[in-house]
């Protein structure tokens, strides 16, 4: 008999589907099939926050009601990472912003700085932003332009002083995270291990304009997350990490640290939590929620981290994340998980996936490619040739739905179902609702 070709697919989109009326694949190397056990789709959901400036009142974050408050809603996150918590106006102070974001069910993880121009007491703040304050953290990235010898026992003393005062907090035990430290291959071991004195690690950890799974070219903000993640356990031993910053900055022209474009930006941030989540990573917050726009400062690639544009458009990344914590958010509840068995073309090298589960049953399996997007010298983006990838199931799912987070929060395409599947991906994660 005949096989004749069934297509269903969205060319325009670079993905097709082909299947022959057996429900054999047209071609391709038959994927060897594993079973795989999900994670609950909310925890992946509450591993995305966003780094925010409230206090800073000289940039545009100082419009809380026209740009701060509608975009963060807007984007969708739960969790936000500030320290710059004094200061402010007259009836409008940092702290009076945070307690309105609290009725939005916003947690906050906060700085506690130990040095000028204050002195920051967890007790002291515990009792001001209340059930607000999910965690703690000591002074930010103290080795920061410092030579060795220069900050390291600060360090470990704000380390101590951080936890002793948390421990000592009434009514609930507030997590204590470690420091993050801004040199991440030599200055680990300098510090030493802490894990006594902290309830998570902490992290930068910045790809230069590269995929999250960068590639070593230096020791500052650069560094190959392998390696970066093996230096942070050096402080925090075997306790949960977070990584407290991680993002893209737009400034393409920048001599200081390597930036790319919005429409690169836009695919490695939707990588990145699913990158970071798969390493083992508890939660990811991304810098940073807004561009700032102060006054006589243009060349700082500083000015350029934000998901929101200076004149508070939104950026290509910030519709794909509010896109992909649209289509993930689910209520924080306990359900049995299901594994789910299936198998992915071994022949392409670069495919990373991550398989998570709601409650309704259905596995939410997300597909991405560990490829560079944007050429770092030429400042140019880079075109990535789609390329074949077969996914075949132990048990015919009843549906399979298409959603791509950089283009929609919707339903790109509804699969014809069958024990395989094929598919042309390209460099935009993809994610399969399957039940």
């Known amino acids: ?248 900055h737009n400034y393409e022209n920048s001599n200081q640290f390597r930036g790319c474009s919005e429409k690169a930006a836009a695919i490695y941030h939707v990588h990145l939590p699913f990158v970071y989540y798969n390493a083992g990573v508890s939660r990811t917050y991304i810098y940073e929620l807004l561009d700032w726009n102060k006054a006589g400062v243009v060349d700082d690639m500083n000015m350029h981290y934000g998901l929101i544009r200076a004149d508070g458009s939104a950026k290509p990344s910030f519709r794909a994340l509010k896109n992909l914590l649209s289509i993930v958010k689910e209520e924080e509840v306990s359900y049995e998980l299901s594994p789910l068995k299936f198998g992915i073309d071994p022949t392409v090298k670069d495919i990373e996936y991550t398989l998570l589960q709601k409650q309704d049953g259905s596995h939410w399996l997300a597909l991405f490619r560990k490829v560079n997007v944007y050429d770092v010298k030429t400042h140019k983006d880079i075109e990535v040739a789609p390329v074949n990838v077969n996914v075949e199931f132990a048990e015919i799912p009843s549906s399979i739905d298409m959603y791509i987070p950089n283009q929609s929060d919707q339903i790109i395409q509804s699969l014809k179902t069958g024990d395989k599947i094929s598919l042309q991906l390209g460099a935009e994660l993809v994610l399969l609702k399957i039940k």
Request: hydrophobic residues 35%; proline residues 6%; contains cysteine.
């Open 1 to 248: 008999m005949n096989k004749h070709l069934l297509l269903t697919g969205c060319l325009a989109l670079g993905f097709l589907f082909c299947r022959c009326e057996d429900g054999s694949l047209v071609d391709g190397s038959s994927p060897s099939m594993n079973e795989v056990m999900p994670t609950r789709a909310s925890a992946f959901f509450n591993s995305i926050g966003v780094n925010t400036h409230i206090g800073f009142y000289d940039t545009n974050y100082a419009d809380f009601q026209g740009m701060l408050k509608p975009r963060l809603l807007e984007l969708g996150v739960k969790h936000i990472r500030d320290g710059n918590i004094w200061g402010g106006n007259s009836g409008d102070t940092p702290l009076t912003r945070c307690k309105e974001l609290e009725q939005y069910g916003i947690n906050l993880l906060l700085i506690c700085f130990g040095g000028d121009p204050v002195v920051d007491d967890p007790v002291e703040r515990a009792g001001a932003f209340g059930q607000m304050l999910w965690g703690i953290e000591p002074v930010n990235e103290p080795d920061l332009n410092k030579k060795p010898g220069e900050w390291e026992q600060h360090a470990r003393n704000e380390q101590q002083r951080v936890f002793t005062a948390a421990r000592s907090i009434p009514g609930k035990q507030v997590p204590v995270l470690g420091i993050a430290l801004a040199e991440n291959v030599d200055n680990p071991s300098r510090l030493g291990n802490l894990s006594s004195q902290l309830d998570f690690g902490n992290l930068h950890l910045y790809a230069s304009g590269l995929h999250p799974t960068n590639q070593d070219f230096g020791n500052y903000w650069g560094t190959r997350m392998e390696v970066a993640i093996s230096k942070a356990r050096l402080i925090c031993g075997e306790k949960p990490l977070i990584i407290t910053e991680a993002g893209y």
